[in-house]
């Protein structure tokens, strides 16, 4: 991912953000970082690039046409996502963060002294966004906070890729404490679960103090919590139809845009994809009124949506698919050894092989920690990954391996990572292919009785 910053102190922006974790993650170009000085884009012969406001006023003002000439020299003329940096602006949250972590390109442009002029942003900011309702000197500082929360939602950024899925405001609430050695400092003794090894405890423990902490600390947040969990329970009478949204909700991935008396629309930011489920068509047309602009791939419940869908967002049916899910807890046997993460040197070689959506798209999985891969005598002969709305798919095996068991053991390898993090694994199955229904019956996963409807925009 790319980011440009706008700014009249770029090595401000560089010595921040050059460091540490970002730091690595850009000299192993996951990330880059171009800081640009508006004022060598001033016509100036001075190099200024700020002058008094009009009607009087404290203070400079940065000039509009170092500014749009700045953006024009970055952009190239281009549409770019442009963030002006404003106690003005939206309050910056983590939904936002993950929603600009998928773009491939980000501009910041930075005020400072008395702002901009309103009239190039007008002409370039796409969005106004603020870290909080107080005044700073500049956007800076600003900026630099949002592209740390940006960037470590980036695949490939943080080393273990379920950092990002403990840490505060995952799932709506706050992070759970955290403790270390000594086992005990100050009187104080590290909790008792955490030495047991018992990860099924652990983990209750930590859900619960999460909620304790968000409860009494963030009490808007624990509201939209429970009503998730709610929905979840209702949408789990049904569990293997609404597989696609219990489990979307359980991962934090999906915000729920309305939820009553069986019209439910779910909306994950990350992959612009949206689940509907209403009760009638009437509904389901109202439902569709509240889809945001840029989604463009949906999920339906209900044949009845299909059209509607398509005349209005300019959609076509990709597939009908039967839903599998896996309910049980205990791990599945792997009997193929030798299968572990695919890192970024295996992109092409999986790119070759695996032909459904842009290639990019396979980079992506792999850089989030969401591919496995097989090998024989150190090399790849097959691999599965997790798609980005959290189903199991990309399933290969090479001409040479298949018939001995090797698609089993990559599935039910995956399916352990995910029982691992406390998840139910799914999947999509085509209608039709009876082949790899029966794989999935085979290794204990349960169909649906009913089918879903994957939608995607003509382009």
């Known amino acids: 991912m790319k980011f440009y910053v706008l700014t009249l102190f770029p090595d401000m922006i560089l010595r921040g953000l050059n460091t540490s974790i970002l730091g690595r993650a850009a000299e192993k170009k996951i990330i880059s970082i171009d800081a640009v000085n508006i004022r060598d884009y001033t016509a100036d012969r001075h190099g200024k690039a700020d002058d008094y406001p009009y009607g009087g006023g404290a203070g400079m003002l940065i000039q509009a046409q170092p500014v749009y000439d700045a953006h024009k020299a970055v952009t190239g003329g281009r549409k770019l996502r442009t963030i002006y940096v404003t106690p003005q602006g939206v309050p910056f949250t983590q939904k936002i963060a993950q929603e600009l972590s998928r773009l491939e390109e980000l501009v910041f442009l930075c005020g400072h002294y008395e702002g901009i002029d309103q009239r190039v942003l007008e002409e370039v900011a796409t969005d106004y966004i603020s870290i909080g309702d107080y005044v700073l000197t500049g956007g800076e500082l600003p900026a630099m906070v949002m592209i740390d929360a940006i960037s470590r939602l980036v695949p490939g950024v943080l080393h273990n890729d379920s950092s990002s899925e403990s840490e505060s405001f995952f799932n709506d609430l706050l992070e759970y404490p955290q403790y270390s050695r000594p086992r005990v400092w100050h009187g104080r003794e590290v909790p008792a679960v955490l030495l047991l090894g018992d990860h099924k405890k652990i983990a209750e423990w930590r859900r619960e103090r999460s909620e304790e902490f968000t409860k009494s600390r963030r009490p808007d947040l624990y509201k939209e919590y429970i009503r998730k969990e709610e929905l979840i329970r209702w949408l789990s009478r049904e569990k293997r139809e609404k597989i696609h949204m219990i489990e979307s909700l359980r991962r934090g991935k999906a915000e729920i845009l309305y939820a009553d008396r ?52 300019s959609c076509e049916i990709f597939h009908e698919c039967i839903q599998v899910c896996y309910p049980q807890k205990q791990a599945l046997p792997v009997k193929y050894k030798d299968i572990r993460l695919l890192g970024e040197e295996f992109i092409p070689y999986v790119r070759e092989r695996y032909h459904m959506g842009d290639s990019e798209y396979v980079a992506e999985r792999i850089r989030a920690g969401a591919m496995y891969g097989a090998f024989c005598d150190e090399k790849p002969v097959g691999f599965i990954g997790i798609h980005n709305d959290g189903s199991l798919g990309m399933l290969f095996v090479e001409e040479t391996h298949r018939r001995k068991g090797l698609g089993i053991s990559l599935e039910s390898y995956a399916i352990n990572r995910i029982c691992e993090k406390g998840w139910t694994p799914y999947g999509h199955v085509v209608t039709g292919n009876e082949t790899s229904l029966g794989l999935q019956e085979r290794l204990g996963l349960y169909p649906s009785s009913g089918t879903i409807w994957w939608l995607g925009k003509k382009d």
């Open 262 to 313: 069986g019209n439910v629309l779910l909306y994950d930011r990350t992959s612009r994809l949206c689940m509907i489920s209403a009760q009638n068509a009437e509904t389901g047309e109202r439902l569709l009124e509240k889809v945001p602009k840029d989604a463009s791939l949906f999920v339906t419940s209900q044949d009845f949506l299909n059209e509607p869908i398509c005349n209005r967002f």
